[in-house]
């Protein structure tokens, strides 16, 4: 009789049995996998763990402070907001390549997770949210010919450079089973359902050069989106929805002016895992009044566009 309470009571015996009282650190994207590992290990070995939740300045609005204001406020883990907007800001101004994008972010990921993590004095482990899926996959995949579509973004090799023992509660878990174990350890309903976000986050949503002052138009933009796919009551139906900012400005007028701003696109598909995807078929009434409210509510864009490529031949993200 297997149930997620009695799942979750194995796992903090696991977890403190492995860890003993040694110190953990975490790195906490906020997304739903390091989410309920940081939960799961705080019920077990409470204080002994710090989480530190990198901000590169391409998160969406108001995301940094939300995640943070759970994690610390209500749900009284230990969490170091590192605040490197303008680290990851400044080294790619000017780059406008995809895979130099990512390899950026990664690296610059890979250096500020260490160096917070440096501070915490007698760390031991590090916590990841690897999940049963990237197990299998990591294993069918070796040694066979592999073709990097996308070079992704998270810590692997990072554990055995800074001399960490890795825990990985989830290994077990499928990913409707680790929202299942959120739930029981008292996440909140809508941040378990979250759709995922990517690690490079909003730099590949932004393709050619990243401007701050895309960055923020992008924001707004995604921000009504998503509320009109709440609103519309279609949020838990679509696997990931985004804007993309496209590196174009267009004529328009608005009022009795012309205008000469960027073009989005929206982006929606349903998916089972992420490795094939479908256009979700959104009704014209709601990409019309969509596309209205993102030009009367988002200064800087005067166009919108609607992506309906399947997965493949086109990816999920822009870039
Ligand atoms: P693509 O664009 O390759 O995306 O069809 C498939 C899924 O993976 C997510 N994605 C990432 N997730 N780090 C992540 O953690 C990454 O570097 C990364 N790139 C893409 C994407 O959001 C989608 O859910």
Redesign the pocket.
Known sequence: DWTMDAYREQAIEAIRAQVGDAKVICALSG?VDSSVTAALLHEAIGDQLTCVFVDHGLLRLNEGADVVEMFRDHMNLHVIHAEEQELFLGELEGVSDPETK?KIIGKLFIDVFQKYADQIEGAAFLAQGTLYPDVIESVSFSGGPSVT??????VGGLPEKMGLKLVEPLRELFKDEVRALGAELGLPPHFIARH?????GLA?RCPGEITRAKLDILRQADAVYIDQIRKHGLYDEIW?AFVAILPVRTVGVMGDGRTYDYACALRAVTSVD??T?DYYPFSHDFLGETATRIINEVPGINRVTYDITS?PPG???WE
């Not at 579509?149 to 998270?154: A, E, L, M, P, R």
Request: aromatic share 4%; charged share 20%; hydrophobic share 25%.
């Open positions: 997304g990512r579509i996308k070079s992704h973004h998270n995922p976000f990517p690690g490079p590949i990931q992420g490795m995807a997965k990816t999920i993200e």
